[in-house]
């Protein structure tokens, strides 16, 4: 038997359809969730089904003025395993974080908060807890972290600065870790999943002749915009390169849009990271700026520009 459902709420007077994103059943079989999106991007309707009598009950409404949106906002849901309960990542508080709610629209919860993002989602094999990917400490890094399903017992695998990407092996005893900083791409690391610090290094990519350039950690600052507000931005100044300043100066303009890349990991832009040095070393002071509508920072910086560019 098919059974159309509309992803719409009654009274949606928009004349183009939303756009279903996601959709999930429950361990059981008995539950779907859908993840929709208006035509227009200003709102997100997350859906619980009835699969027998296909039936819909509304579990969370977000709307935006310029557009919703935020890290992992698609990818970012799920059942709680052997329940129905659904677990989402949303920017209902100006910053994307987990909130878990049951198929009945009832016992709304937020499992994470504050002026951080949670950047990725997942329920390992074993499915005991999340393993959450968050900017938590600093925009400018990346950790992973251990966190119950109920919100409880959030612990960071990682530590220093950089990003930290994590995947467990399928018998849960072992995590490979992507880690990069600043001034070296990414490398590959082993470790216990007891003694995640306990880490080895796997692999070596840069060549040696790359190695021994002196590539820079950038310096992040932060300059006052014409409004008033801070904006963050990485500096790449000549006399870190040896070289005299003449006064001339170079702006970087990632693209993108919704991107992030003042941080302290490997640059997007990796080829600009090093024109940036043979500016530097050229006299020139090179400022890379997150500008507002990057990403990082939350929702209030990822709209800012809405109508305003």
Known sequence: TVTWLDVAPEGYAAKEKPSVFAVGWNDAGDRAFVFAVSYDNKDRWLWSVSAPEGTRTLLDHLHDDAWVGGPCFASCVGFLPGTSTVWYVSEETGFAHLYAVGADATGKKALT???????????????????????????????????????????????????????????????????????????????????????????????????????????????RAQDGTLVPARIYRPRDMGASAHGGAVVFVHGAGYLHNVHNYWSSYSREYMFNHLLAAAGYTVLDVDYRGSAGYGRAWRTAIYRWM
Do not use: C, Y
């Not at 695998?157 to 995590?175: C, I, M």
């Open 113 to 223: 908060s504050g002026a951080w993002e949670v950047l990725d989602v997942t329920v390992p094999e074993d499915r005991t807890r999340f393993l959450l990917t968050t900017s938590e400490g600093s925009p400018f890094d990346q950790h992973v972290a251990w966190m119950d399903f109920d919100g409880s017992n959030r612990r960071s695998l990682t530590q220093g600065s950089g990003r930290w990407e994590a995947t467990l092996s399928p018998d849960g005893r072992r995590v490979a870790f992507l880690h990069d900083v600043a001034d070296r791409p990414p490398e590959l690391f082993l470790a216990d999943v007891r003694r995640p610090g306990d880490m080895a290094r796997v692999t070596t990519t840069p060549t040696a002749e790359w190695a021994s350039f002196p590539w820079i950690k950038p310096e992040i600052v932060r300059f």
